[in-house]
């Protein structure tokens, strides 16, 4: 016979804890409208939907930092747009490209700039601030390694000529554009037109000044650059990304003063010029193809006359900048 305190206390058993089988089924949000990330501030991630800015959140199955400008979304909840609404980011949809940089040379982690960019402009001052061509090349084996195609935007001509630019890049067959501030834009509106282009720069060059020619109303800032240093004072703090009058996107970064690419692997970079690339299969194994590598193919190349001297240094001088 049980006792009475075990008679008195028989139903108070612990609850079993309850289960439920795994799955390994995602949820499904193919019906869930899409959305484009344009901004983001502070947790608040501003998005455009059938052209009307809808502001959301994160949904807790994404990571912190898993959300790009650039990016497109599906949005769960309120998407009207209306004032005082929060609509939820339930999935990143698979990118095309991620522009990535480090903070510098002796960082390797990975910093993403921005996402599904298919074009980059490199918008350099010809003077006023002066042109730094080690950031240019840096920017360009960033562009490279994302698969992204660069155009160097020159602007300021009207303070010097941009002829040692092009000497020096148009052998890699990076697109120049030169403007001023008087210069009509009919080629670079050409160029931007139904693309998705990442506009990158060192501060002061010009940049916000371009933006808001070629966007009415965008209201980038502009700053002068320092009579000091010489170099441009930041006027934005983070990416931006702006819908075109006449079709397409500019996304628009803050200045930078350096531009690290310690994440960038060598091989990915004369993967980006097939013509290196295939001359470059008769390098032995484990050639860097930098200044001075013995019995590297791209030289026999240029003493046979199949490669062009110009191509391979500039070539050179760009890659030699992570090499």
């Known amino acids: 016979m049980k ?14 804890r309850r289960t439920r089988p795994r799955t390994k089924e995602r949820p499904d949000y193919s019906s869930l409208p899409e959305a484009r990330v344009i901004s983001i501030d502070r947790g608040r991630y501003r998005c455009v939907l059938d052209g009307r800015p809808v502001t959301a959140v994160r949904g807790r199955l994404i990571d912190r930092k898993g959300v790009l400008v650039g990016d497109r979304v599906r949005l769960d909840g309120d998407s009207s747009g209306e004032v005082g609404t929060l609509s939820r980011i339930v999935e990143v949809l698979e990118r095309t490209t991620v522009l990535r940089r480090s903070a510098d040379d ?33 920017i360009l084996v960033a562009a490279f390694d994302a698969r992204i195609e660069p155009i ?26 030169v403007t001023d ?34 966007i009415p109303g965008a209201g980038r800032v502009t700053a002068e650059v320092s009579e000091v240093t010489g170099k441009g004072r930041h006027t934005s703090t983070s990416a931006v990304a702006m819908e075109l009058p006449g079709g397409g996107w500019i996304i628009d970064t803050p200045g930078v003063r350096s531009f690290g690419i310690s994440h960038v692997q060598p091989a990915s970079i004369i993967g980006a010029f097939p013509d290196l690339e295939k001359l470059a299969e008769d390098c032995p194994r484990g050639c860097r193809h930098e200044t001075g590598t013995i019995e590297c193919a791209l030289d026999d190349a240029v003493a046979a006359g199949r490669l062009a001297p110009e191509r391979l240094a500039s070539f050179r001088r760009m890659s030699d900048t992570y090499i």
């Open 152 to 177: 160097l935007c020159l602007t300021k001509a009207d303070l010097a000529s941009p002829d040692e630019l092009r000497a020096a890049y148009e052998p890699l067959g990076v697109p120049i554009l």
């Open 106 to 138: 002796t960082d390797t982690f990975e910093r993403p700039i921005v996402a599904n960019a298919d074009q980059l402009f490199i918008v350099t001052a010809l003077a006023d601030p002066q042109p730094r061509m080690g950031m240019i090349d840096r």
């Open 181 to 214: 501030p008087g210069a009509d834009l009919g080629l670079i509106r050409d160029a931007l037109a139904d693309r998705v282009t990442v506009f990158i720069g060192h501060s002061g060059v010009g940049k916000s000044t371009l933006v808001n020619r070629l």
């Open 3 to 16: 006792s009475l305190r075990e008679d008195d206390h028989s139903g108070f058993d612990r609850p079993r």
